[in-house]
T-cell receptor, first 116, second 113 residues
Framework: GAGVSQSPSNKVTEKGKDVELRCDPISGHTALYWYRQRLGQGLEFLIY????????KSGLPSDRFSAERTGESVSTLTIQRTQQEDSAVYLCASSSVPGQDLYGYTFGSGTRLTVV | GESVGLHLPTLSVQEGDNSIINCAYSNSASDYFIWYKQESGKGPQFIID?????DKRQGQRVTVLLNKTVKHLSLQIAATQPGDSAVYFC????????????FGTGTQLKVEL
């Protein structure tokens, strides 16, 4: 597609439920990133994919968070047993070859997750 | 740990004036810096970037200055317009960091008519 697409755009869930957030990167972008943005704050790195592999998962806050990528395309971020502190906007970005042209680092509009 | 931070959380300017948004970084290994603009309900949008071997770079109405001596980055917006109202973030990338970006907290720019 023309840009990075994320779904759903908004998600309200009850505490303790599992949620799945989806990211469709720009076609041909080999690198994919997930970030979290709490209200009024900057972006926190969560995980980075190169192809279908995740060489850097250092930002995942707990074992309740996991992510996968298939077909070097779509990625899903899963949060199990959601807590209120998980409420945030989850942003996905994709880029072309890592180390080259960070200008191609494009963000989606995010999924606003609210845990009640 | 090392991080990127901003001096001013909110900046109000008159339409037509120049805006300067500042950023302090502490990771001396960072070699690439980007300024992003984020409007309400949208993802960050690339504005301008600069590599550590440069101290100034100009775009259309925007200029980024890098002072490695004091680890300071600034974004200058000339003739600020109402459409410039947004939150601005600086971000840094560390060499060999796999394109992972570390973001600052952000500055809210408000343009008054």
């Amino acid at each position: 597609g023309a840009g990075v697409s994320q779904s759903p755009s908004n998600k309200v869930t009850e505490k303790g439920k599992d949620v799945e957030l989806r990211c469709d990167p720009i076609s041909g972008h080999t690198a994919l990133y997930w970030y979290r943005q709490r209200l009024g704050q900057g972006l926190e790195f969560l995980i980075y994919f190169q192809g279908n592999s995740a060489p850097d998962k250092s930002g995942l806050p707990s074992d309740r968070f996991s992510a996968e990528r298939t077909g070097e395309s779509v990625s899903t971020l899963t949060i199990q047993r959601t807590q209120q502190e998980d409420s945030a906007v989850y942003l996905c970005a994709s880029s072309s070859v890592p180390g080259q042209d960070l200008y191609g680092y494009t963000f989606g509009s995010g999924t606003r997750l609210t845990v009640v | 740990g090392e991080s990127v931070g901003l001096h001013l959380p909110t900046l109000s300017v008159q339409e037509g004036d120049n805006s300067i948004i500042n950023c302090a970084y502490s990771n001396s290994a960072s070699d690439y810096f980007i300024w992003y603009k984020q409007e309400s309900g949208k993802g960050p949008q690339f504005i301008i970037d600069i590599r550590s071997n440069m101290d100034k770079r100009q775009g259309q109405r925007v200029t980024v200055l890098l002072n490695k001596t004091v680890k300071h980055l600034s974004l200058q917006i000339a003739a600020t317009q109402p459409g410039d109202s947004a939150v601005y973030f600086c971000a840094e990338n560390m060499a060999g960091g796999g394109n992972k970006l570390t973001f600052g907290t952000g500055t809210q720019l408000k343009v008054e008519l």
